[in-house]
């Protein structure tokens, strides 16, 4: 969740900048960002679903992954309309870092597949 929030964090640097070495900055930690953040997702849905269930369990996410991204496209280019460029950049990136911050409060996964919910 941490790396969701870093995610944020590295778009908001890329998006919401006019000075040249720091969107480039920006754009390399935001892939840096979003490749360790769907590593850490997969390991971490590896070790917490049994087994025998990691075909089903990993064909689920990848369809769930496909709808979030066929919805989030045009809800995206509707923000950008709306908002502008710049604006609309920061709010989506806004998102990505809240979503990040919520994840870190509410779920915990330690290894050996012992998942926690904070209450």
Do not use: C, K
Not at 93 to 105: D, E, N, P, Q, R
């Amino acid at each position: 969740m941490a790396a969701a929030a870093d995610y944020g964090l590295a778009a908001s640097l890329f998006t919401g900048t006019t000075w040249l070495p720091a969107a480039y900055t920006g754009a390399f930690l935001w892939g840096v960002a979003g490749s360790v953040f769907f590593s850490v997702a997969f390991t971490a849905l590896q070790e917490v679903a049994p087994m025998n269930a990691h075909g089903r369990v990993v064909s689920i996410s990848a369809t769930l992954q496909s709808w979030t991204e066929t919805i989030a496209l045009p809800l995206g280019g509707l923000t950008l309309a709306a908002l502008g460029v710049r604006a609309g950049s920061l709010t989506l990136a806004g998102v990505a870092l809240a979503a990040g911050l919520i994840g870190m409060t509410i779920v915990t996964v330690r290894p050996g597949g012992d998942v926690s919910r904070v209450t």
